[in-house]
């Protein structure tokens, strides 16, 4: 966040959010990689795998054997399943999306665990963007 864009949220009481910006570019794991960080985190019989919507996404067995559907960001491998609670309010995202360079940011809500937002980007283009619920921290980027 930037000096001044900092300040100014101090001055008003907007929340700090971690900085909500466009991933960088890095290699996206791959399909094995993505089943390895499921199993490693106590998922089994992962189903339905697939890359949709700038994320993988699969429905699993959680440790305590209940069936989930789990989104997974794909550089990190962070699992968010559609059970997380969130720790951000609406105003928290559209605040961090703001900050971050995105206008016109419309159709937020939290949905199976995650934040969904659609804006327009620096650049001008229309994007779907998925959020980490405890951070704002955008992990998927659909550009239209």
Not at 12 to 26: D, K, R, S, T
Not at 73 to 80: A, F, H, K, L
Not at 84 to 109: F, P
Request: glycine share 8%; proline share 3%.
């Amino acid at each position: 966040m930037k000096p001044i864009m900092l300040a100014l949220a101090l001055a008003i009481g907007v929340p700090i959010v971690a900085a909500a910006q466009e991933p960088q570019a890095q290699t996206s794991l791959t399909e094995h990689q993505i089943r390895t960080r499921l199993a490693e985190q106590g998922y089994t019989k992962v189903n339905d795998l697939d890359f949709d919507d700038g994320v993988w996404k699969a429905d699993a067995r959680s440790a305590d054997g209940n069936r989930v559907q789990v989104l997974l960001d794909p550089r990190t491998g962070n699992v968010y399943a559609n059970e997380q609670v969130t720790q951000l309010s609406e105003r928290d995202v559209r605040a961090a999306l703001s900050s971050a360079g995105y206008t016109d940011i419309h159709d937020v809500d939290y949905d199976e665990g995650i934040w969904n937002a659609k804006a327009e980007d620096t650049g001008g283009r229309d994007v779907k963007l998925k959020l980490d619920p405890r951070n704002g921290k955008i992990f998927g980027i659909e550009k239209n």
